[in-house]
């Protein structure tokens, strides 16, 4: 794993050297900064040095738990990554439980449906949610919210967040959840459905299967108990790349929605060439990446008994 997150890392840090300029350029387009305090400050950060040499002592900084300054935001940044991480984590898991707990079941009664209206009309749901871009989505559900008023628009919190009680509290985020739930869920939910049913479309014909069957077992033990729990594993090794698609797909969102989130402050990062401010970003999402593989081949092992074995 840390092999991986240092080559993430080099990759990351000098692709952003390949964009023209840094944030301290900008700078230099205020008639009210002196030439001099630009070029202090680009001694100070150690931008004036190449590209290889920046990288060697934001590595030792970081190995020493210094994740750097950001520019834009004046505070350090692993400050600010800990306050926008929580957001995007609890985005994620709701996105996840949502898409998880209607597809599976949407997949299961597809293939035990094949070629029916009901399976046909599924598929034509699930196309759709996978073809149309996450920020168009997100823009209609912005709309349908403005027109009906049943659930707030943009952010994570009401004005009078502070003067509610702790479960008015909890209440209101859910309220604020909603919305980018439903929108990065729309993708995860079409194409978790159509992959679900393909896995037990397979599973099905196995000779476990017909086995079960001559055993007088019930049709519903067979699907459940056999089936699903063997077609469930494609899904669960993908879940982490589930969780890296999440990530990435929610810093459009996040940005149309106003959801503060790391995907949002990563976007705006880049645009302003907060390097330390991106680097940082990158390494919270490389970690969230690995460890969502991790997690999955953990979850492969509890559910697949031949892994163990082997």
Known sequence: MIPLVLGITLVSFFIMHLAPGDFLTQMQLNPNVKPGTVERLR?????????????LYWLRNIFEGNFGYSFSYKQPVFHLISQFLLATLLLAVTTLVFSWAISVPMGVYAARHQNGFIDRLMSIIAFSGISL???????????????????????????????????????????????????????????????????????????????????????????????????????????????????????????????????RLLLSAVLSHDLYLVMGSFIMGAVLLILGNLVADILLAVTDPRIKLN
């Open 43 to 55: 001694r100070d950060f150690g931008l004036n040095r190449p590209a290889y040499i920046q990288y």
């Open 133 to 263: 871009p996450g920020f168009f989505v997100a823009l209609l559900a912005m709309l349908w919210a403005q027109k009906t008023g049943w659930l707030p628009i943009g952010g994570m919190e009401s004005p009078n967040y502070d003067a509610l009680s702790p479960v008015g509290k909890v209440l209101d985020i859910a309220e604020h959840l909603v919305l980018p739930t439903f929108v990065l869920g729309t993708r995860e939910l079409a194409g978790t459905m159509r992959q679900m049913r393909g896995n037990l479309l397979d599973v099905m014909n196995e000779n476990f299967i017909v086995a079960a069957r001559a055993r007088g077992l019930k049709e519903s033990v067979v699907v459940w108990r056999h089936g699903v729990r063997n077609a469930m594993n494609p899904l669960i090794t993908l879940f982490g790349f589930d969780l890296s698609g999440l990530l990435a797909g929610a810093a459009l969102v996040e940005y149309v929605m106003n959801w503060p989130g790391l995907g």
